[in-house]
């Protein structure tokens, strides 16, 4: 069974389609990247997965549970990291790492945090203010919020943005042991390719609302005849996407 399944979504607002007609799966423990420029649809579509956004059409299921009827028993099951959006500033981090453990009823809150402060290089600053953080502080807290819960899915949005290249290598390397050992199903919108390239199993490649093509990185990249996936991208967000899909 799949972890996620998303048939004929739409998201309508007004005479605007921002997502049309999309579908797609996600397997137990798949990394599915999901990459498009800016207003292509991919905030939209992570927004609808979430329950935050209605669908105007279609449907998600997420770890068999249908997500216009009973969201809340996956979105127990699941969480989100993006660093833009902020946690609340007066909170230190573990005070906020506190408030969502305690959200999501995780047993011993302390010792997960902890553990997460080990992993993910936050003791410097576990006690400052969030509002205090740099950029790449704050984005490995989020991602440590997003983790605070053990989560079977795990939707990302840029989950290594604003991060130095040493750090951004040792958070994509920690995604990866957490896949590994956990089984997660993991779907990242990022504009960082060589990233998509090293986690992602299967890519879906979004432009004005609609997904034009899919594949593995490999094969993507033999199908664009590309030396690289930033490439692929520039050919699909400058409209050469549905073209070479149906030459292929």
Not at 21 to 37: D, E, H, R, W
Request: charged fraction near 25%.
């Amino acid at each position: 069974m799949n972890t996620v399944s998303v048939q004929a979504l739409c998201k309508r607002y007004g005479t605007t389609l921002a997502v049309d007609n999309i579908s797609f799966a996600i397997k137990p423990g798949q990394t599915v990247g999901l990459l498009g420029g800016n207003g292509a649809g991919k905030t939209t579509t992570i927004s609808m997965l979430l329950g935050i956004l209605a669908p105007s059409a279609g449907s998600i299921e997420i770890l068999g549970h249908d997500m216009a009827r009973d969201r809340f028993a996956a979105l127990a099951r699941m969480n989100f990291s993006s660093p833009y959006i902020a946690l609340p500033g007066r909170l230190s981090v573990r005070e906020n790492l506190t408030v969502y453990a305690h959200l999501y009823n995780v047993r011993d809150s302390r010792g997960r945090i902890a553990e997460l402060a080990t992993e993910l290089d936050l003791h410097d600053f576990i006690d400052r203010p969030a509002a205090n953080l740099s950029a790449g502080q704050k984005t490995r807290v989020a991602l440590a919020k997003s983790l605070i819960n053990r989560p079977e899915v795990l939707l990302l949005d840029e989950p290594t943005a604003s991060l130095d290249p040493d750090t951004g290598d040792l958070v994509r390397s920690w995604l990866e042991r957490y896949r590994a050992t956990s089984g997660c199903s993991m779907l990242i919108a990022s504009h960082n390719m060589a990233e998509v390239e090293r986690l992602c199993d299967h890519v879906l490649m979004m432009r004005q609302g609609r997904i034009v093509d899919e594949g593995s990185p490999d094969a993507l990249l033999s199908r664009y005849g590309r030396e690289s996936m930033e490439d692929v991208f520039l050919d699909i967000a400058r409209g050469r996407g549905l073209a070479a899909r149906e030459d292929a």
